[in-house]
């Protein structure tokens, strides 16, 4: 099969050169706007012509847009015009957040759609590629594209799983608080390790090895089980000594928000719960 590659950023020469080395797929044509960026990614993925022109492209029965989430309905309405598309070709995007609905101008003209996305940041394409087996590749669209997404995903390494139709809001949703907030709250307690005297290091040595023990126990046994801390033993009174230390506003309501949030997985006696509940909802301090 052949693979033409619209958008060759980060994310979609490390995918185009995975399926070359894999053997599953040739590869067709790399477009960017940019000349110098296409033959770039044509280098690392050690295969395609590139261009920057839609008009360009060879036949292929593959197609993927790994433009920027707000150029996909854009460059879908555009190649739904191109003589080379035909019926029956699969064409997919790999955004976290836009399901296939976005491709709509290229199913109307018999195009077979749908989404392929990795769970894995693309930061580096030469260390995604090394990681890319094992990753969990989340599948959806047409029910004629989801065999073939799945046999995509393996060619990569990949661990395909099917989300529910309307569900990649919410799966992109979790993704961003599993990871990107993971680096919010590290940084939050960074600012409280601050303000108690230990300095950026010193931080890092004291919550890193917490951070990542805990990640392993809520893997392990589940967040409920894994849970400790004041709000599992409905400790108001320190959760009260937490409140009046933090001197940053916006810190303040996060630790309240977060452990509103934490109430549901302490198994406590009703009043321990309602006093914790009264406690974290009160203003902030002025």
Request: hydrophobic share 50%.
């Amino acid at each position: 099969m052949r693979l033409n590659l619209i958008g060759a950023g980060r994310l979609g020469r490390t995918l185009a050169r995975a399926w070359r080395d894999a053997g599953h797929c040739e590869i067709g044509a790399v477009l960017c706007r940019d000349a110098a960026h296409a033959r770039a990614a044509v280098a690392f993925i050690g295969a395609g012509q590139p261009t920057t022109t839609l008009n360009d492209l060879p036949a292929a029965e593959l197609w993927l847009i790994a433009t920027p989430d707000g150029a996909i309905a854009q460059v879908a309405a555009a190649l739904a015009q191109v003589a080379g598309l035909r019926g029956d070709d699969l064409v997919f995007h790999a955004s976290g957040a836009l399901d296939a609905a976005v491709l709509a101008p290229l199913a109307d003209r018999g195009a077979v759609c749908g989404s392929l996305h990795p769970a894995l940041s693309f930061a580096d394409p030469q260390r995604a590629l090394a990681a890319l087996p094992g990753t969990a590749c989340a599948l959806e669209g047409a029910a004629t594209a989801l065999p073939r997404l799945e046999a995509l995903a393996q060619a990569l390494g990949g661990q395909p799983f099917r989300l529910a139709p309307g569900g990649k809001a919410a799966y992109h949703a979790a993704t961003v608080v599993a990871s990107n907030y993971l680096v919010t709250l590290a940084a939050l307690a960074q600012q409280l390790a601050a303000q108690a005297g230990l300095d950026t290091d010193a931080a890092s040595a004291v919550l890193g090895p917490l951070m990542r023990q805990t990640l392993d126990n809520v893997l392990a046994l589940g967040p409920a089980a894994a849970l400790t801390g004041p709000i599992a033993r409905g400790d108001a009174q320190t959760v009260a000594r937490h409140l009046a230390a933090i001197d940053d506003p916006l810190l303040e309501a996060a630790y309240r928000t977060l452990g509103l949030a934490t109430l549901p997985l302490a198994a406590l006696p009703a009043d321990q719960r309602e006093a914790l509940a009264g406690l974290l909802k009160t203003d902030p301090k002025p």
